[in-house]
């Protein structure tokens, strides 16, 4: 991978979530598309080399530093969530689109569930909002997964800037 590039683009989405964040949120929560999430899983999937891991681990510090979570938490569990979809990525036919969409709502529950954990066991949340928090993680993923395949389109046309060799295909074009 270029890494000057793939900072770059960490940059601008970290930039672009922000705002969006502050701006176009939907509901009282603030609903929107975790770009960064998205960005991770579909690097682990359709990357061919475990850069797209490093990759992911920094995606999920930038998202540490721009929220209220623990400092370390996503960052934790991009890289878990990460190294797990690459033991899985033979296993899974990447290009699917119902199942990106499957993958990418998975992964969004169980990071944001992990977070949800942790910041309840450091005393940061209380355990009384369990339900209502996991109710707007719910739907954030689902806000997150329904985006997913134009995430992975746009990935994909940046893979060359990004110096990011996509995996080989076997029995089939």
């Known amino acids: 991978m270029r890494w ?3 900072f770059i683009m960490v940059l601008v989405l970290v930039v672009v979530q ?7 949120g939907m ?3 603030r609903l929107l598309p975790d770009l960064l999430l998205m960005t991770a899983v579909v690097l682990v999937l359709r990357s061919m080399d475990n850069d797209a891991l490093i990759v992911a681990w920094l995606l999920g510090f930038f998202k540490d530093l721009i929220t209220e979570a623990p400092l370390g938490a996503y960052a934790i569990a991009f890289g878990l969530t990460a190294l797990l979809l690459t033991w899985l990525r033979e296993l899974l036919y990447r290009d699917n689109t119902l199942g990106m969409m499957l993958v990418t709502f998975l992964a969004a529950v169980v990071i944001e ?5 942790w910041s ?3 005393d940061r949340i209380s ?3 369990w339900g209502s928090t996991t109710t707007a993680i719910l739907l954030g993923a689902v806000v997150t997964a329904a985006v997913a395949p134009y995430g992975q389109w746009l990935l994909l046309k940046l893979r060359y800037w990004l110096g990011w ?3 080989k295909r076997y029995g089939g074009n």
Do not use: W
């Not at 922000?18 to 176009?24: D, E, G, I, K, M």
């Open 165 to 167: 060799t996509q995996r």
């Open 113 to 117: 569930e992990l977070v949800l954990i």
């Open 4 to 6: 000057r590039n793939v």
């Open 27 to 29: 509901g009282p929560r």
């Open 120 to 122: 309840i066991y450091q």
């Open 18 to 24: 922000a705002v969006l964040h502050r701006l176009v």
């Open 127 to 129: 355990s009384g909002n």
